[in-house]
């Protein structure tokens, strides 16, 4: 502050400033030019994400366990074939007689899903120890207060308007926090990308038109999917909540999952 | 502050009087703050510059992330384009049992033979019967299942039309 401060300091001053904001504008929309040449493929056109608000709704009682749904999300979402990393798979119940003798109502509650679900083997328990046996897809919850995306560090995974939770591969650095929150073991790290991944909905598929790949192929109608915003006549999911006693998964956590399911037992977490 | 004259302040060097010195920052101070203004603006500036652009589009996250994820080409071709050709097979599985089946359950992913109806779809076997319908005490009540062993016949198709389950043989 040795100078005096004269009109030919300060007019220089206050001009490189507004040149320097001038150029940061400038550096920003060059960048958005740039993502925008960048971006691989375009987006399904005309799709707007406040317009929608996808649902599943899971009938247990119409699932057959035939797999069908857990090979074509593989085969769909190009998920790695080793036998750990599902996004959607099916659990078997098997809820066993109880011992001669003991005061209990059930006996021992037997859940297996091997290799996801793709191919069950008819025989685990022997038929005449079963008391009652039953399927029960699993999937992404849609949580309406997802912890997984509460803890993320850097705003890579997040709930769409349209009420699906994604990741950004692009920012997610794969710290694995999501895949400890989430309460329904929904997520896994991909082992190729190390970035986290889960059941997007098919959100390439239902910005299309299309419907999830599990609910294209499930034979039995007991994946229901639809749009709450768009009800369609006869809608399939307005039937499925009046027409079913309905219950969601672990809803004393408070992440508000979305995915209903109908004819859930006891021992189903 | 009074006691101890700074040689370096503007106001010492023009030799005012005391009266005006109350007005003045010391230049340590003055530093200080010019110091952490640049800080702060050169931090806000790096922010503005590398933060996506669609950053807060929808929330805390990229939104562009939602067509960058939106732009994947689906695999399944979906029942709607097999519909466009084979409305008449269409027409006569919704009558009968097999109604709720969707053509790729089945069939496999056909995506390449909606597109281009040379491309031969996938050719099938007994074993897309079996996978549903082999007896299994999981499987809910209502569901038709055989014990394969004990029932009868070669080959599924011998008997049964799998676009019209319900004709009985």
């Known amino acids: 502050m040795k100078r005096p401060l004269t009109r030919r300091h300060w007019l220089t001053t206050l001009g490189s400033a507004l040149a320097g904001v001038m150029s940061l504008a400038l550096a920003r929309k060059a960048k958005a030019a740039v993502q925008k040449v960048l971006a691989s493929a375009p987006a399904p056109k005309g799709y707007d994400p406040a317009k929608h608000r996808w649902l599943m709704q899971i009938d247990v009682d119409r699932c057959i366990g035939c797999g069908l749904c857990v090979e074509a999300c593989k085969t769909e979402n190009h998920v790695p074939p080793e036998p750990t990393y599902f996004r959607t798979w099916v659990e078997r119940y098997i809820v066993k007689k109880p011992k001669p003798g003991s005061d209990t109502p059930r006996g021992e509650v037997v859940v297996d899903s091997p290799n996801g679900g793709m191919h069950f083997s008819s025989a685990l328990v022997p038929r005449e120890e079963i008391m009652r046996s039953f399927f029960v897809p699993k999937l992404c919850n849609l949580c309406e207060h997802s912890p997984c995306s509460q803890v993320c560090p850097v705003g ?105 399911y109908a004819g859930l037992d006891e021992e189903v977490r | 502050m009074n006691d101890c004259p700074n040689p370096d302040s503007p106001a010492a060097a023009a030799g005012q009087g005391p009266a ?150």
């Open chain 2, 20 to 169: 005006r010195r109350g007005f003045r920052l010391p230049a340590q101070l003055v530093r200080l703050v010019l110091l952490t203004v640049g800080i702060v603006v050169s931090y806000l500036a790096a922010r503005y510059v590398l933060t996506p652009v669609s950053f807060g589009q929808y929330g805390w996250y990229r939104g562009n992330a939602l067509a960058e994820i939106a732009a994947r080409e689906p695999v399944y071709a979906g029942k709607a384009a097999c519909d466009e050709c084979h409305s008449e097979v269409l027409e006569k599985i919704a009558k009968g049992e097999h109604q709720t089946v969707s053509c790729e359950s089945c069939h496999g992913v056909s995506r390449a033979h909606a597109e281009d109806p040379d491309v031969k779809p996938v050719k099938l076997t007994g074993s897309h019967c079996i996978r549903c319908h082999e007896a299994n005490p999981s499987r809910p009540a209502w569901f038709h299942q055989i014990k394969v062993r004990e029932h009868y016949g070669e080959r599924c198709t011998d008997c049964h039309k799998p676009h019209q389950p319900n004709e009985v043989p």
């Open chain 1, 156 to 260: 890579a995974t997040f709930e769409t308007p349209d009420g699906v939770v994604l990741v950004d591969p692009k920012y997610c650095i794969g710290c694995g926090f999501c895949v400890q929150a989430c309460p329904y073991g929904c997520r896994f790290l991909n082992p190729i990308t190390h970035t986290a991944e889960k059941c997007t909905l098919c959100y390439h598929r239902i910005t299309r038109g299309l419907r999830p790949a599990c609910v294209e192929v499930c034979p039995g109608e007991a994946r229901i999917f639809g749009d709450l915003k768009n009800p369609v006549a006869n809608d399939p999911i307005q039937r499925f909540i009046a027409t079913k006693r309905v219950m969601a998964l672990k809803p004393y956590l408070g992440t508000g999952p979305r995915v209903l």
